[in-house]
């Protein structure tokens, strides 16, 4: 096989039908950018549950005198409360499942409060009495949470027990759906380009349809004469490929690592290697998509 001959059919095939090809090496790009940012969101959700799971803590809410009266009848709970709770913490039975626990008074309750919600207009209007005493329990392992839950739900004096992951499971849940809509779009890009892969190879061939035949009547076989044209789409996209992990390299690098993680510190985020690990499938992605789009195209309508 002379590959010599291969490479110039290719060069001229790309020469004649450059707007095309730059038009499949924008539509692939765009569509592995959202691909690549799809995969780089479920990986930053994986390590944020990681994260922020195990530092979720189990909130018992003790009652005020402003609590509803069908939960807390009694009104504010009472320093017997107080001493109950204390002493069911520290029993034979929930002691094993704890880490460490603190109670945080009106005062304190109040103080973080202004401190959280400095800027909200609302802070102006909230008193200490109106903010829950509570004690914040950390467990060794925080999926034993319904074990505290249980003990102390339903409690005289017990507003409310709060697993805090449950705080957390509705933000990776709205984040989960904006990864899924970033794969939806993906993929009708994605099938998109493969469309206009397979267009372009087919008016390329189209125009070269006395060559194909010329080739044909010398004994060519079928996978010589239609390797250029799926070299062709190989490498629109493969440089699609490129510019995607080009564009998740600068995402990473001056938004996620350059903004994000300077203003949420305490957050762990994707990096560098994350997404340089992604650069290799991505570009397998483009070139397999090209190449099957192209050879189906090839083998569908070039009959000489």
Partial sequence: MRFSFVFS??????????????????????????????????????????????????????????????????????????????????????????????????????????KEFKDNAVAKYVTPAQLNETFWINL????????????????????????????????????????????????????????????TIRLSAVMRRREIGIMRLVGASNFYIQLPFILEGVVAGVIGSLLAGGAIFALVQFFVQGFLAQQLPFTSFVGIPDALALLPGLVLVGAGLAAIAAASSIRRYLRV
Avoid at 13 to 42: C, D, E
Avoid at 143 to 166: C, M, T
Wanted: glycine share 4%.
């Fill in 9 to 114: 059919e290719m060069g001229i095939a790309i020469k004649r039908n450059l707007s095309m090809i730059i038009s499949v090496i924008l539509v692939t790009f765009i569509s592995l950018t959202f691909v690549g940012t799809a995969g780089l969101m479920q990986q930053q959700i994986g390590s944020m549950k990681t994260y922020w799971y195990d530092k979720a803590q189990v909130a018992v809410y003790l009652c005020t005198k402003t609590s509803p009266k069908d939960i807390c009848p009694q009104g504010e709970a009472s320093k017997d409360v107080q001493k109950t709770v204390k002493l069911r913490l520290k029993s034979n039975t929930l002691e094993p499942y704890i880490d460490k626990y603190y109670f945080e008074n009106h005062a304190k309750a109040y103080k973080t409060f202004q």
């Fill in 140 to 199: 060794k392992d925080p999926n034993k949470a319904p074990i505290i839950i249980e003990s102390f739900s339903g409690l005289s004096g017990i507003e409310e027990v709060k697993d805090q992951r449950s705080y957390l499971d509705q933000i990776f849940s709205m984040l989960n759906i904006a990864s899924l809509a970033a794969i939806s779009i993906a993929g009708l890009m994605l099938f998109s380009a493969v469309l206009l892969i397979s267009t």
